[in-house]
């Protein structure tokens, strides 16, 4: 089993569309998690934290259910400017690394 | 952008050379990690740097390595590069020490021949 689960996509959502990407992880040590977002050929930024059952940030919803190891992110009117890889990444458990999925592709249409 | 800098932003070296990448760490951050990230992949963990210390390391072999400096910033080397090094290589920094938020560089896009 992949540390790692993410649906590849891609997602093709018109602008204003209300899109959830889901994410099952092996590691039931992993404490912290994470979304990051990654455009074309640039560096992993940063979307949001999951420390507890979830986060909330404008139109950006985390969901983490530690007892299906599985975790959730809800993008609400969406922007041309969403569109981007979505990375999954719980952390490594006992270990100090961050664990990536091969992300999600989300592509908003005008 | 995150304050994390990373040279060169591009590297043509050829198999069975020798390569080293450089990274900036954010003001205020100690704590920096590696990451391989191959075409149509995530970034794979290669190793954290604490403290001038290796603090946790990826399944990579022994060509990889690195150093912290006590400014922090810190250096990746890979010896005898294999064809299948070619990626982008990414540095993080992070304040706190371990699986914590860590914020990306640019990378540096190395292609072996």
């Known amino acids: 089993r992949k540390e790692v689960e993410q649906d590849p996509g891609p997602f093709n959502v018109p602008e204003g569309a209300t899109v959830a990407f889901n994410c099952t992880y092996s590691n039931s040590a992993s404490q912290s998690f994470f979304w990051y977002r990654q455009d074309c050929r640039k560096e992993p930024k940063l979307l949001m934290s999951?420390?507890?059952s979830g986060n909330e940030d404008g139109r950006f919803t985390a969901q983490l259910n530690r007892a299906s190891q599985y975790i959730s992110l809800l993008i609400r009117d969406s922007k041309l400017s969403d569109s981007a890889t979505y990375l999954c990444v719980p952390d490594g458990g006992a270990t100090n690394k961050l664990i990536f999925g091969t992300g999600t592709l989300l592509a908003v249409q005008p | 952008e995150t304050g994390v800098t990373q040279s060169p932003t591009h590297l043509i070296k050829t198999r069975g050379q020798q390569v080293t990448l450089r990274c900036s760490s954010q003001s205020g951050h100690n704590t920096v990690s590696w990451y391989q990230q191959a075409l149509g992949q995530g970034p794979q963990f290669i190793f954290q740097y604490y403290r001038e210390e290796e603090n946790g390391r990826g399944n990579f072999p022994p060509r990889f390595s690195g150093l912290q400096f006590p400014n922090y910033s810190s250096e990746l080397n890979v010896n005898a590069l294999e064809l299948d090094d070619s990626a982008l290589y990414l540095c993080?920094?992070?304040?706190?020490?371990?699986?914590?938020?860590?914020?990306f560089g640019p990378g540096t896009r190395l292609t072996v021949t």
């Open positions: 999951v420390y507890s």
């Open positions: 993080a920094s992070s304040p706190l020490v371990g699986p914590a938020e860590q914020y």
